[in-house]
């Protein structure tokens, strides 16, 4: 599940960095916002009781009564005195029943200390007084006459919750209690505040594509540069964009193509020039044999020494094609071309089966594509007395072909690739051959982006391998 890509890896960690801080900010703001809540509703329940109990206070016992009787049979509401209209006595006795609160403290009231309860009770204390005693306790279930001053939720809480007595004893020695509901936690924030966040969290995610995507653009353009430079060193020079180290990391690359560019074309003209230079003293060299009067077997000494000479002056010519090659790259159909090298080989009397087909045309070099292949049956025919070519069409082009020889030492699988090395040098003579068949097979293959390796079959026979990557799209 996890991206292979540069870019892929970089947007999925960031967006999941946000997630996550977006989660601790929903987390934190719906605990600030509860508790925000839990404190206004213990305020607002606290100043209730205080109001009702500061009415209630400054009456005589029979009057209290009274009001409390009608207190207890009112529906749960805002109570306060003005809303009830409850008597205040007046003349010189009333003064004696003034309440007489006086806060524990004249300086900031108590912190809440997240218990509901707890709060409710610590806020009264020090609103009433030490005069006053406060007790808060879960409410019984049996039918109690209490005065409720909570029914409505408040601040986003819903009703139903846990509900508490407050008993308040006032100086006089009389008692009240009041019920309050604490209530549930409605929703842990407001559906605009989701929305919004919801929004700013999809805003953040474009952003961080759109930036991930500035970052990674030049590497890939890089990484295909880079793939095109195995295939053809003669390409564009690569654009200088991005963030500073993306345009040095370009720079670096066209320059390092650049060098690269101008070794291959100076070891070309030099070698070209020298090979070129041999063919004129070859030539002096086969006329004066011709002419010699010395006996046959020596001028057919002197001969096959000039052949070989010359030939290994043609494969020097061979490889420095392959290498400095400036065929256009074009759709190649395989099959077409395996089917041409099977057809040559045929008029020599040389046994060549093919199995398998190709799924879609290779973009490639027709004519180096065909040399490579040549080669590796040309080796297979003469040093295994047929050749079997195998196709395996997929994500790589493979080519498979096996001969019926007796196979190599495993320490000579990869030395054979070297320019004019001969396993056999009698048998080379024998075949013609100079050494470098397999050296410009591995080339041609490496300029396609590809790779060439030989293998002993478990039964008998060797095989060589062509692994050919198709391009990606877009590369």
Known sequence: MWPRSVFGRLFISVLAAVFVAQGVAFTLIARERHRFVAEANVREWSRRIVDLTDALAVLDPHARGLARARLERMVPAIHSSRALRLPVPAGPGAQGLA?????????????????????????????????????????????????????????????????????????????????????????????????????????TAGVLYAVARSITQPLSRLARAAEAVGRDVSQPPLAESGAEELREAARAFNTMQERMRRYLDSRTRVLAAMSHDLKTPLTRMRLRVETLADPED???????????????????????????????????????????????????????????????????????????????????????????????????????????????????????????????????????????????????????????????LPQRGLEAVVALPRLRRGA
């Open 99 to 203: 309440p007489d609160f006086a806060p524990a403290s004249s300086g900031l009231p108590p912190a809440p200390t997240g218990d509901f309860r707890d709060s409710l009770e610590r806020e009264l204390k020090f609103l009433l007084g030490p005069k006053y005693g406060v007790a808060v306790s879960t409410a019984s279930r049996t039918p109690e006459r209490v005065i409720s001053v909570s029914r409505e939720p408040t601040l986003g809480f819903e009703g139903g919750g846990r509900r508490y007595d407050v008993q308040v004893t006032l100086p006089d020695g009389d008692s009240l209690r009041f019920r309050v509901a604490q209530g549930r936690g409605g929703p842990l924030l407001p559906h605009s505040l989701v929305l919004d966040l919801v929004l700013l969290t999809i805003a």
């Open 298 to 456: 020596v001028k057919e000494r002197f001969g096959r020494d000039l052949d070989e000479m010359e030939g290994m002056v043609r494969g020097t010519l061979a490889l420095l094609k392959g290498l400095s090659d400036d065929e256009a790259t074009q759709p190649v159909d395989v099959d077409a071309l395996i089917a041409a090298v099977q057809g040559d080989f045929a008029e020599l009397g040389a046994s060549v089966t093919v199995q398998g087909r190709t799924r879609a045309a290779f973009r490639g070099r027709p004519q180096a594509l065909k040399r490579c292949l040549t080669n590796l049956v040309s080796n297979a025919v003469h040093f295994g007395s047929q050749a079997t070519i195998l196709v395996e069409d997929g994500a790589v082009l493979t080519l498979r072909v096996r001969d019926e020889g007796p196979g190599l030492a495993p320490e000579e699988l990869e030395r054979v690739f070297e320019p004019f090395y001969r396993v056999e040098s009698s048998r080379n003579r024998d075949t013609g051959g100079t050494g470098l068949g397999l050296s410009i097979a591995r080339d041609i293959a490496q300029a396609h982006g590809g790779t060439l390796y030989l293998r002993n």
